[in-house]
């Protein structure tokens, strides 16, 4: 009786562990953003915040124009 309810269930372990491998890596990328964030709200004086400054480096000095 107790072995037809582990046959049925051999999977469930294995299925867990890559379920959690998932979730982990999934939510690690929104928390590694937050601890960069964290770290660059910690300005002097002098400086400004790093994503109040553009970032133009695929921009060659030109504006973009749409071309119709």
Do not use: H
Request: glycine share 8%.
């Amino acid at each position: 009786m107790f072995i037809n309810r582990t046959i049925c269930f051999q999977g469930i372990g294995i299925a867990l562990l890559v379920s959690q491998a998932l979730i982990g890596i999934y939510s690690i990328v929104g928390v590694s953003w937050m601890f960069i964030y964290f770290r660059d709200s910690f300005i002097t004086k002098q400086d400004s915040y790093q994503w109040a400054e553009p970032y133009d480096p695929y921009r060659d000095g030109k504006e973009n124009v749409m071309v119709s």
